[in-house]
């Protein structure tokens, strides 16, 4: 199964920007729908963006929109997820995988936004 390695979490303050990554194993990465989700300390894991395998059709949650831009290297296998002013709410773990898929999850990276 493809599997895939979050990186570029950390401590920012709140207004500040990051760069999430997500780099993918095996042959095939451009064919899928890649999401990334967030899961803050007890809340459930939740949806934060997502892309088309061609990168034309993106979609954010509500609480994201227009500070979060998600984006695709397909050649590189890697996702992206840049972050603008962040706020303390989006302290949480950030994972990537497949849209709708519910297994084979990676470590994640934490992001903390706090002042």
């Known amino acids: 199964q493809v599997q895939f390695v979050e990186s570029g979490g950390g401590l920012v303050q709140p207004g500040g920007s990051l760069r999430l990554s997500c780099t993918g194993s095996?042959?095939?990465?451009?064919?899928?729908?890649m999401a990334w989700y967030r899961q803050a300390p007890g809340k459930q894991r939740e949806l934060v963006a997502f892309?088309?395998?061609?990168?034309?059709?993106?979609d954010y949650a509500n609480s994201v929109t227009g500070r979060f831009t998600i984006s695709r290297d397909n050649a590189k296998k890697t996702l992206y997820l840049q972050m603008n002013s962040l706020k303390p709410e989006d302290t949480a773990v950030y994972y990537c995988?497949?849209?709708?898929?519910?297994?084979?999850w990676g470590q994640g990276t934490q992001v903390a936004v706090s002042s």
């Open positions: 995988n497949i849209h709708g898929r519910t297994s084979y």
């Open positions: 095996g042959p095939i990465f451009s064919v899928y729908t």
């Open positions: 892309i088309t395998g061609g990168g034309t059709i993106t």
